[in-house]
């Protein structure tokens, strides 16, 4: 299934599995989950949170290290 | 367990993996404000009366720390100033600068902006060699290596808000530090065996010198990622971006290691914290060191020696 993904200045479609969570998502994205705030349609969701089908994830990095 | 642990929300946006707690936006805002208050008695951070300087980067830190404390400030506990400082760092501090105003105008809190320029002659770019001149090597006589920017950046920052401090009045100086901060500060120190920083470490600076204004840390105890989250949570306008010079530093190498430890000990931020408090008031017994501070032959600031250590770099560039 397709999702929008949202990431700073890029804007990705991507093709993921059913039952996939954000988790994954981050994972396969290669982001690290604890420096970011995903957004699930416009609501902040927790990594366990199920993706599906059609979903816009707004991936907002908050940790920049230093 | 799927829902709110305070009010049954199904909708959460944060489970906390050191406690358990799972809370939706509502009840995690709230949490937070009632952290940050709790702690601030807790460690008598504040008193009525006071006029706090909140040190306000734009970053999430200083602008979550700036409208928790302008709730005391609402019911007229604390007045408050906030000061941003322009250290000079093209394409990545303009942004915050505006931020920080567009937050401070929001509440109706007065707002300055202090340069490095402006006090030092030079900015941080100038000083590092980044502005194409060609100058910056930071290197003084009996430096092997060029100091980072974050040494720079930490004294001249701490010089002027000491100095704005004493000018507005100001009885203390809040800073946005988080429990990352504070147990990379931790760590750091220890590793380098730098035991006169270490003892310095707390909610609450203790110079026994009048001339240094109180420094406070609100948020010491909630972690960076949490007040990232509260931050788009409130829906607050801050600037997320890296500083361009935090690259290569300790700080970002300690802080790495740290969090890739948290991954699997979720509670080692606060272990460390904790067991360091517990410490501290008797390295600070043994170790502070003896005498007193005397002031600066050049600026007139407090000062351990003959020179201040903003004063002691402006002149090794002389």
């Not at chain 1, 999702?3 to 093709?15: A, P, Q, R, S, Y």
């Not at chain 2, 409130?234 to 935090?246: R, T």
């Not at chain 2, 740290?258 to 460390?272: A, C």
Request: aromatic share 6%; charged share 30%.
């Amino acid at each position: 299934m397709q999702v929008k993904v949202i990431f700073g200045e890029e804007n990705l479609t991507e093709d993921v599995p059913e039952d996939y969570t954000i988790k994954e998502l981050l994972k396969k994205l290669g982001i690290p989950s604890e420096t970011v705030v995903v957004k699930k349609n416009e609501a902040i969701v927790i990594e366990e949170e199920l993706i599906q089908e059609g979903d816009t994830l707004e991936i907002i990095k908050v940790i920049f290290g230093g | 367990m799927n829902s709110c642990s305070k009010c049954g929300n199904q909708q959460i946006i944060i489970r906390k993996k050191h406690s358990g707690q799972s809370l939706c936006q509502e009840c995690f805002i709230e949490s937070i404000n009632e952290k940050v208050l709790k702690d601030t008695r807790k460690y008598k951070l504040l008193e009525k009366g006071d006029k706090v300087l909140v040190a306000l980067s734009g970053g999430k830190d200083s602008v979550v720390a700036l409208h928790i404390l302008n709730s005391l400030r609402e019911k007229n506990i604390i007045d408050m100033v906030a000061v941003t400082i322009d250290e000079g760092i093209k394409g990545y501090r303009e942004e915050g600068i505006e931020i920080a105003a567009t937050n401070a105008k929001s509440l109706g809190i007065e707002h300055r902006v202090m340069s490095f320029k402006e006090y030092f002659g030079r900015t941080l770019d100038e000083m590092m060699g980044q502005d194409g001149t060609g100058h910056g090597d930071t290197r003084r006589q009996g430096d092997t290596e060029p100091r980072h920017a974050c040494t720079y950046c930490g004294v001249f920052r701490r010089w002027i808000l000491n100095r704005v401090a004493q000018e507005e009045g100001a009885t203390k100086i809040a800073t946005g530090h988080n429990l990352d901060d504070e147990t990379q500060s931790i760590l750091m120190n220890y590793l380098e065996g730098n035991i006169n920083n270490l003892i310095r470490i707390g909610p609450k600076s203790e110079s026994r010198d009048e001339r240094f204004t109180v420094k406070i840390k609100p948020l010491r105890e909630i972690p960076e990622k949490e007040i990232g989250l509260y931050a788009i949570a409130a829906d607050l306008n801050v600037h997320l971006a890296g500083c361009p010079y935090a690259g290569e530093s300790f700080r970002r190498e300690i802080g790495g290691f740290i969090k890739e430890l948290s991954r699997d000990h979720p509670t080692i931020m606060y272990s460390t914290l904790r067991g360091f408090d517990k410490i501290k008031p008797i390295l600070k017994k043994e170790l502070t060191p003896k005498g007193n501070t005397g002031e600066c032959r050049r600026c007139g600031e407090p000062a351990a020696g003959e020179l201040c250590k903003a004063c002691s770099f402006l002149e090794g560039w002389e």
